[in-house]
């Protein structure tokens, strides 16, 4: 396995946390997982996705993200160990630095007109939420992890906002899809979420399916600057499709067959 290769799948466990949506969870399921890492044995139960992400205000603007991986951990192995990761771990403890930005919807946008032409109360409009930008986070993202020559373009799916295409040299391409997602908020400048996505990697020669957790807890700190702290965890799922699929279920479903734990750091660029 080439060393872009590894860097593909390094990336893979990476894009959702910036790409996704989330919706408000049962008070502490969320806190309760994260103190258990790295003792999961199954996905997390969430709930179906539907609409755009939304996050707090205070994530709104362009930040300069810092994301080091901490420590990567094989639960199934050696039985099982997913490709390119004992190759990864030359990556522990060497940051990544992007720039990702958080926007404001329009709440007008796609609002049907009444059949009488009302005119439209502002108490009848939808809130305004600060969403993640998709596509300008995903370059960047992918931009910092395989190099700017290896990507070609990074796309949104119009029918589907949670579905984001990645085209790369070689006829190379990543398609991933939210399918599920939740949201804890312990404090007005803490909240947990984690999100399950199906990703599908293609090449000219074979096509690589998984599922990807990423559950993060965040922290927003307003002095002396604005800061975001974060703990990050990515665990990698096999596809059904999978010959190793069975062997990797256990009694209370889907267990991770590896487990990535990042640090990550948010700064205003301006």
């Not at 502002?122 to 700017?148: C, E, H, M, Q, W």
């Not at 899809?177 to 803490?190: K, M, Q, S, W, Y």
């Not at 999100?195 to 927003?220: G, K």
Request: proline share 8%.
């Amino acid at each position: 396995m080439n060393s872009l290769v590894r860097k593909i799948l390094i990336w893979i466990g990476t894009i959702a946390i910036w790409c996704g949506s989330i919706q408000t969870s049962l008070a502490g399921d969320l806190s309760d997982r994260v103190a258990r890492y790295p003792d999961w044995n199954a996905q997390p139960k969430v709930a179906l996705h539907e609409g755009e992400l939304s996050y707090p205000e205070w994530f709104r603007g362009r930040w300069m993200a810092n994301s080091t991986l901490l420590e990567q951990i094989a639960p199934l192995a050696p039985e099982i160990v997913t490709p390119g990761f004992e190759s990864n771990r030359q990556y522990i403890d060497k940051p990544i630095e992007f720039t990702v930005q958080f926007i404001q919807t329009d709440p007008n946008k796609n609002l049907k007109s009444s059949l009488l032409n009302l005119p439209k109360l502002k108490s009848n409009l939808p809130t305004p939420k600060i969403v993640a930008d998709r596509a300008f986070n995903g370059l960047n993202i992918a931009t910092a992890y395989l190099g700017a020559a290896n990507v070609k373009s990074v796309k949104i799916d119009p029918q589907n906002p949670t579905k984001q295409i990645t085209q790369l040299t070689q006829d190379r391409q990543l398609e991933a899809f939210v399918t599920g997602f939740d949201l804890e908020a312990p404090a007005p400048n803490r909240f947990i979420s984690t999100e399950v996505s199906q990703q599908v990697f293609r090449t000219t020669a074979t096509i690589y399916l998984n599922t990807v957790e990423t559950t993060t807890s965040y922290q927003f700190s307003a002095t002396p600057i604005p800061k975001i702290t974060a703990t990050q965890i990515s665990a990698i799922y096999l596809s059904p499709q999978d010959p190793d699929y069975f062997r990797s279920r256990g009694k209370q479903g889907d267990r991770p067959v590896a487990l990535y734990k990042y640090r990550l750091e948010l700064i205003p660029t301006s």
